[in-house]
């Protein structure tokens, strides 16, 4: 299973329909989007997968957020996410709250994290976690997404 993540859209429609274009001619099966999303028109432009959004530091109108998020058919996880996709157990959350993160990047239980926050692309493994930012698609120099590979555990950095 081919997934693909973002992070920082910072309700940025332009940057974020570049991104959906990426994604669909990569032909992913689900996405995440890693927090800060800002706006209520971002959740409908990624209605075409099963998405998984997490609040970021930037996300004020929580309420307004989950709704677009839920009314366009996506899941809200809040702040975290812990779900598995293609029989991987993944955590899915901003990073601005650095206990939550060191404690998600360290316990060895998930196979995959995703983060934001810091727009910045990266990727490194802690034991058998794979710990990924795919970058941003607002404020960063090239404006970044990622793939990942569940079955191999292999991510890619995409620049827009």
Avoid: K
């Avoid at 702040?79 to 939550?100: C, P, T, V, Y």
């Avoid at 196979?111 to 990924?132: N, S």
């Amino acid at each position: 299973m081919r997934i693909g993540v973002i992070s920082d859209t910072h309700a940025h429609i332009h940057n974020t329909r570049s991104a959906v274009r990426m994604l669909e001619s990569l032909d992913v099966e689900a996405v995440l989007h890693c927090g800060d999303i800002c706006s209520t028109e971002i959740p409908p432009l990624l209605a075409a997968w099963p998405t998984h959004f997490v609040y970021g530091n930037c996300d004020n109108d929580l309420d307004s957020l989950r709704a677009a998020i839920e009314t366009a058919g996506l899941t809200c996880h809040a702040l975290f996410g812990d779900f598995e996709l293609g029989g991987r157990r993944i955590a899915q959350l901003h990073s601005h709250d650095i206990r939550l993160f060191r404690r998600v990047t360290t316990s060895g239980e998930y196979d995959l994290v995703c983060y934001g926050h810091t727009h910045v692309a990266e990727q490194h493994r802690a034991g058998r976690t794979l710990i990924l930012n795919p970058g941003a698609l607002y404020r960063a120099d090239p404006h970044t997404l990622a793939i990942v590979e569940l079955d191999t555990l292999e991510a890619t950095i995409v620049p827009l």
